[in-house]
């Protein structure tokens, strides 16, 4: 703000703009807040010492068409008004000032689960908005429901236009909101009337999932309709399609229980029961993926926790190698992991496989979920399952209709010729076999294991590895410390 608005406005208010200087004083309240509120207080000024002016008719002339350069400067008229006159003018100069004041909200928070630059209740007009940790529900002024996974670069170009930098966004639009935009830097995904997802990650491009209903992807010069159960990526040159991948996103429904599970203390929980088990004895490996650097051989997102890392699994050949340890055999081992899986498009979605499945290596340890969309523990050389591949399989499926974090976690004990399943902390089943050779585990990957029949849809967080048998209580203790719903 400078002399020179203050002048302007005092120019306007003796009616003795230019056009020049209206057009200036427009743009430069257009611009800048402390001079709108100056402006305001200009303007209750004139109004209440002399109260005889007319305010509404100044306002409504400076908002408008500021100021009709076709007549001489304004002469005020001083015919003394009622009170009743003076108060409706003055009530007409503030409501009208104050309209301008608040620019048009294009969306307002309704939930947050773990984001500290937003509250609940928050308006959202066209400021850029970065979030480092968390989820954000919103609803736009249209009635699109938008939640927004971090990392996130965003921002509202209106209540119909959301530029998508960075980050994962579902939406689910009413009709009110028909014809809502996601702007990304590869291509836009134009809503019919629908819900869907869009990806943006830090390295690659946008993809554009449709759950149910319609969407129009634009990428360069292409343009396409995709109905339920489409998916495509936008490149600069166009556009391929992909496999659909819904669970990948957070949609409304999980943000509540996500909500009530960080508010009723459960993160601290899950990292007191983490502390605890990094004192176990019979620990192997306990995986939490929050330190060292992100891997390149797959992409690194949030956990379930806000902030939290976990590697997740999306192209093919999408991986990470660890060793577990020589030659050593274990009689028992219980393997436990967070994970969230977007689909089955394989026979084998890989959780763990050690290296040299040969006839050699007894014992061998490929933790996955199969084709029946059940959980397997297959040791090399093992015989005797009365599963239907002759391995030994969980009775129920793992994968949930949406998207969920679920626990899965498996006991084997080689001398009792037992798997013991359990998804949710919830035993689901036992298996016995007729020959079980001790675990034996060393180098091994999580993620896809070949090109060909075993691949990881999704991301994994945390994982356990613990050479003894977990009793049933403990299974139930540890998903229910480490979970993240309420």
């Known amino acids: 703000m400078n002399t020179d608005s203050h002048e302007l406005i005092q120019r306007h208010l003796a009616g003795l703009l230019t056009e020049e200087e209206a057009a200036a004083l427009q743009n430069r309240l257009k611009a800048d807040t402390d001079l709108r509120r100056l402006y305001l207080h200009y303007m209750n000024l004139d109004v209440a010492l002399e109260a005889k002016a007319t305010c509404a008719a100044g306002a409504r002339e400076m908002l408008t068409t500021l100021p009709d350069t076709s007549r001489s400067p304004r002469q005020f008229s001083w015919r003394p008004l009622t009170a009743a006159a003076f108060i409706g003018a003055a009530a007409a100069c503030v409501a009208l000032v104050a309209w301008w004041l608040s620019p048009q909200d294009f969306a307002r928070v309704e939930k947050i689960v773990g984001v500290s630059s937003l509250a609940p209740g928050s308006a959202l007009q066209g400021e850029r908005h970065e979030l480092q940790a968390g989820t954000l529900a919103l609803i736009t002024s249209k009635g699109a429901k938008v939640v927004i996974e971090a990392p996130a670069v965003f921002q ?13 966004l579902s939406a689910d639009v009413p009709p009110s909101a028909k014809g809502f935009t996601v702007i990304t830097p590869s291509g836009d995904a134009v809503d019919l009337g629908t819900r869907f997802g869009v990806d943006v990650p830090l390295a690659g491009e946008a993809e554009v ?8 992807a634009h990428a360069a010069k292409d343009q396409r309709s995709l109905r339920t159960g489409d998916a495509v990526t936008m490149t600069t040159g166009g556009q391929a399609a992909r496999d659909l991948r819904s669970a990948a996103f957070i949609q409304g429904d999980e943000v509540n229980e996500l909500t009530a599970g960080l508010a009723a203390g459960q993160r601290a929980r899950s990292e007191a029961a983490l502390s605890k088990l990094r ?27 806000p902030g939290s890392r976990a590697p997740e699994f999306v192209r093919v050949g999408d991986h990470l190698k660890l060793d577990l340890g020589g030659e050593r055999t274990w009689p028992r ?15 084998y979605q890989s959780l763990l496989h050690t290296d040299g499945w040969e006839v050699s290596n007894p014992g061998q340890v490929h933790w996955m979920v199969n084709r029946y969309s059940t959980m397997r523990l297959a040791l090399k050389g093992n015989a005797g399952s009365s599963s239907p591949d002759g391995f030994p399989d969980s009775l129920r499926p793992v994968l949930p209709e949406i998207g969920r974090w679920m626990h899965l976690a498996v006991v084997y004990d080689s001398e009792a010729r037992t798997t013991r399943f359990y998804l949710n902390g919830r035993f689901d089943s036992e298996s016995r076999e007729t020959t079980a050779h001790p675990a034996r585990l060393g180098p091994a ?6 090109r060909t029949d075993r691949k990881l849809s999704g991301r994994v967080d945390e994982i356990l590895i613990l050479g003894r048998a977990m009793s049933d209580a403990e299974i139930q203790s540890l998903f229910e410390s480490g979970n993240p719903y309420r």
């Open 445 to 450: 990957q999580i993620g896809n294991w070949n």
């Open 279 to 305: 004192e176990d004895p019979a620990l192997i490996a306990l995986l939490d993926f929050e330190s060292g650097e992100a891997p390149d051989t797959c992409r690194t997102t949030q956990g379930r926790w």
């Open 209 to 216: 999932h449709v759950f149910q209903g319609e969407v129009i």
């Open 333 to 347: 081992l219980t393997l436990a992991s967070w994970v969230r899986l977007d689909r089955l498009d394989a026979p």
């Open 156 to 168: 509202f170009e209106s209540a119909q236009r959301l530029r998508l930098t960075q980050g994962r």
